[in-house]
């Protein structure tokens, strides 16, 4: 989906978006590469805070980690295969800063060893500590779990729609269910529809009707799925959307 960058820093080039802008980083072009990881700072700092459950600022390691993540992301990101762009970088970011607490886990962890009494089992220490951090990142996943579903709660209750109509409203048949993906896929990559989509509450059916083969009576039938579907790929919900991945499609 194609996501509008900073105005400030494009204004110069109106009409280009993240997508044309990442093809431009990817062959090479270190001026636009610059320009897209300072347009992603505030993004690289909120999607940092969210997996650390505190605030990041530029100061601190995990926001050179998440900066790393998202210059990884510019360059192994393809449009045809991936969803949005700052869905696929946070799934790189969340990543590394995962491995990188968990480095950091192991390292206290041999640091304690290293320091432990005369009378205390080292194989016993390891297991309690290797525990506690098998513990700790379930917990902070089930958190993060509730959270998006919390988030996204709202966001469909805003529309009228609730959590369950996800799954319930998707059409039963396979191709009909592929085909209105698509179309919600549609109006996530397109900032002109998805902005119609938010400001109105309900799908711009007649300009969606001139860009796809379905019909306004079908359309009108899956309208539930389809708002659901987009404020889902458009959204920061990357547990709800691997969750209901085998529903949706």
């Known amino acids: 989906m194609l996501l509008s960058m900073m105005q400030g820093l494009f204004k110069t080039k109106p009409k280009q978006n993240t997508q044309e802008l990442i093809k431009k980083a990817q062959a ?17 700092k909120k999607t940092a ?11 601190d390691e995990e926001y050179s980690i998440a900066l790393n993540g998202c210059y990884e992301a510019i360059h192994a990101y393809n449009a045809t295969e991936n969803t949005s762009f700052q869905t696929f970088a946070h799934l790189i970011i969340k ?30 220490l390891f297991l309690v500590k290797e525990q506690a951090v098998t513990t700790y990142l379930e917990e902070k996943v089930n958190e993060t779990r509730r959270e998006e579903l919390i988030k996204y709660s709202k966001l469909l209750s ?39 989509l938010i400001e109105n509450k309900k799908l ?23 708002i659901a579907v987009v404020l889902l ?10 969750y209901v991945k085998g529903e949706i499609i």
């Open 158 to 196: 805003s529309f009228n729609l609730s959590f369950d109509e996800l799954t319930k409203a998707a059409p039963k048949h396979k191709d009909a269910r592929k085909t209105a993906f698509q179309t919600a896929q549609i109006i996530a990559h397109s900032e002109e529809l998805y902005e119609l």
């Open 233 to 242: 790929l458009n959204g920061d919900f990357v547990y709800i959307k691997d």
């Open 204 to 226: 711009p059916l007649k300009e969606i009707e001139a860009l796809v083969e379905v019909s306004r009576k079908t359309l009108e039938r899956q309208r539930k799925y389809i």
């Open 49 to 59: 805070s969210f997996i650390c459950k505190r605030p990041i600022d530029e100061q």
């Open 95 to 124: 990543r590394r800063i995962i491995d990188f607490i968990r480095k950091e886990t192991v390292r206290h962890k041999k640091e304690l060893l290293f320091d432990r009494g005369e009378n205390e089992s080292e194989d016993e």
């Open 28 to 44: 090479g072009d270190k001026e636009v590469l610059n320009d897209l990881l300072l347009a992603h700072t505030q993004f690289l």
